[in-house]
């Protein structure tokens, strides 16, 4: 009932008992008890939308804003992003730091992310915090909430989520930020996407998300799908990891613009590249620049590549590309569909298995605060009332 109304909207309980599969006197009862805990509230409306009908008003099921509140944070090469958002999914606030993550020591990172949090609640004091979750840029370890690596921090098991628990005293989440988009688009683009799909993520990074069956895939351990650390060429270009040769030493922004520029490719990579200077290789290419071109044409050979191994592993289906812009996939288009068309012989043809997203922000958040508000769900089942603020 709570993820149908998290995801739908207010509801009746006669669409909610359409939409779940459960009893009209399931819901009456249930939703008698949550509103009884604070989780929900019901107001009485009138269906103008058709004729005027005799009878009392029906009620509509709506979230509790006031039930809890979960802090949202991602940590991205040289930007640390923190919001506040309540129980029906609304942004109460948000705290954005610029600092240059890989010169931070182990303390400095903790301690600036925690000043991070707390600036918010400073402006917030009356809040009910439940959760703190995370997404991140690199490898995580589920059980631990540990950060265990990531070329935009210098150091290696970060932690975190023991960190913020301790500090804090609520429960803590730690993911990678492909997983996290993937599950924004497993609920928002359905449709489009089905239950068996990838989400390749460009930007500073390149980045694999992986919904099977309608469930997120991980590692045993970890949140594993690197294909950005994936060889393409041996002996090439210098990836951010430290190795040469990775998908993500052509793919990423930098990898792109390093090429694009002429640039050796043992040349160090980039720090974060500027959106405009990304557009400014677009019209480049589009002008016909030689250089340009082919940066954006080697960037979708190696995207293609990687999917490649993916799809001999577990068989075409649905891609997501998320975060690259409509110019640039234009550009890479071209490459990535000859690669695949050329493996995916009795198969489907590859444009028809991808799927541009440009606005990779505005999904991240919405599959943080997703998975954030899914853990206070859980939590609020457990427990007989919620207590009033003190």
């Known amino acids: 009932m709570l993820d149908t109304l998290r995801t739908k909207g207010p509801c009746t309980p006669s669409r909610l008992a359409a939409m779940t599969g459960l009893s009209a006197a399931s819901i009456s009862t249930l939703s008698s008890q949550m509103i009884d805990q604070g989780i929900l509230s019901s107001e009485r409306y009138q269906n103008t939308r058709t004729r005027p009908s005799r009878g009392r008003p029906r009620s509509l099921l709506s979230l509790c804003p006031e039930a809890g509140h979960v802090v949202t944070l991602t940590l991205t090469i040289d930007l640390i992003r923190v919001h506040l958002v ?24 903790l301690a600036t992310i925690c000043q991070c949090i707390d600036l918010l609640r400073l402006e917030h004091p009356d809040i009910r915090l439940r959760h703190i979750g995370v997404g991140f840029q690199g490898q995580t370890e589920h059980a631990s909430g540990k950060l265990l690596w990531s070329p935009v921090i210098r150091m290696r098991d970060v932690p975190l989520g023991d960190t913020l628990q301790r500090r804090y005293d609520v429960s803590v989440s730690v993911h990678n930020d492909c997983r996290l988009i993937s599950q924004a688009l497993s609920r928002r683009q359905a449709d489009r996407l089905g239950s068996h799909f990838a989400t390749v993520l460009f930007g500073h990074g390149v980045g694999l998300g992986l919904y099977l069956n309608g469930q997120p895939f991980a590692g045993t351990r970890s949140s594993a799908m690197e294909i950005g650390h994936l060889r393409f060429r041996t002996d090439g270009a210098l990836c951010r990891c430290g190795k040469r040769g990775c998908i993500e030493a052509y793919t990423a922004d930098y990898g792109i613009e390093r090429l694009a520029r002429g640039l050796p490719a043992d040349t160090p990579p980039a720090g974060r590249v500027a959106d ?3 557009q400014a290789l677009c019209t480049a290419a589009e002008s016909g620049d030689k250089a340009a071109s082919l940066a954006f044409e080697t960037a979708g050979i190696a995207i293609g590549e990687g999917l490649i191994s993916v799809f001999t592993l577990l068989d075409p289906f649905p891609v997501a590309l998320v975060g690259c812009s ?34 990779d922000d505005r999904l991240l958040m919405q599959g943080l605060a997703d998975n954030s508000l899914s853990a206070v769900d859980r939590l609020l089942a457990t427990q007989q009332s919620v207590p009033e603020v003190t």
Not at 86 to 109: K, M, P, W
Not at 337 to 346: G, M
């Open 86 to 109: 309540d129980y029906a999914g609304n942004v109460l606030g948000s705290h954005l730091e610029i600092v240059d993550t890989r010169s931070l020591t182990l303390e400095q990172l």
């Open 276 to 278: 405009t200077a990304m």
């Open 326 to 359: 409509e110019r640039s996939y234009t550009l890479m288009r071209d490459g990535i569909c000859r690669v695949l068309d050329a493996h995916l012989v009795d198969g489907p043809a590859a444009e028809s298995l991808l799927h541009p997203f440009e606005d």
